[in-house]
């Protein structure tokens, strides 16, 4: 059974950071592209960060120079790393694992929370 499960989230204060992981379980991982997904309150879910399976990344523009993301293949684990949060970073963060040869097979985390306030 495939289980992609988010942890990490939390209240920050504007200008901090937090570590989200996101843990698969039940999938060939080298074979599945990770990304971190956002969804704020009244809005669409937006692309945050992505990261292939050779470990290239891809960013939102928003969050360039402030946000990392990594995997982990032995660990079967996608982080991202945030840094110097802003309240407009507030939202539900998901994890996503898509893979490459089967368009298909696509899974979602049930989400973290976020909120970055003083």
């Known amino acids: 059974q495939v289980q992609v499960v988010e942890s990490g989230g939390g209240l920050v204060q504007p200008g901090g950071s937090l570590r989200l992981s996101c843990a698969a379980s039940?999938?060939?991982?080298?074979?599945?592209?990770m990304g971190w997904y956002r969804q704020a309150p009244g809005k669409q879910r937006e692309l945050v960060a992505l990261?292939?399976?050779?470990?290239?990344?891809n960013y939102a523009d928003f969050v360039k120079g402030r946000f990392i993301i990594s995997r982990d293949s032995a660990k079967k684990t996608a982080d991202l790393q945030m840094n110097s949060l802003r309240p407009e970073d507030t939202a539900v963060y998901y994890c996503?694992?898509?893979?490459?040869?089967?368009?298909?097979?696509?899974?979602w985390g049930p989400g973290t929370q976020v909120t970055v306030s003083s």
């Open positions: 996503n694992a898509h893979n490459i040869f089967q368009a298909t097979l696509d899974y």
């Open positions: 039940g999938i060939i991982f080298s074979g599945f592209r």
């Open positions: 990261i292939t399976t050779g470990g290239s990344t």
